[in-house]
């Protein structure tokens, strides 16, 4: 892979094309921290993958499965009993604009 590098110019472009405002005292520290990004890409891009399953997912965890269950059922009349206002077998609430 080719080396790239990240300037003071790529961070200023980039931030105009974001519509990004960023100070000019910022640009050298962003430039650094781009530069140390793509250094970590470059890294992981060496990395000989020959003879490497392709992975779904990174683990190998199943997910643990139940059976369902029936339950006792709420009533609306339960639910409702405890209201401080309802309408019927609904919450009733100040209107809302």
Do not use: C, H, Y
């Not at 339960?78 to 309408?87: E, L, Y």
């Amino acid at each position: 892979m080719a080396e790239s590098s990240i300037d003071r110019a790529a961070v200023e472009k980039a931030a105009k094309l974001a519509r990004l405002e960023i100070e000019p005292t910022e640009i050298e520290q962003l430039t650094k921290q781009l530069q140390n990004v793509l250094a970590n890409f470059e890294k992981v891009a060496q990395v000989q993958t020959d003879g490497v399953e392709p992975l779904v997912t990174p683990s190998d965890f199943e997910a643990q499965v139940r059976a369902d269950e029936v339950k006792v059922e709420l009533k609306a009349e339960d639910i409702t009993a405890n209201a401080p206002a309802k309408q019927g077998n609904l919450f009733a609430v100040p209107p809302v604009v």
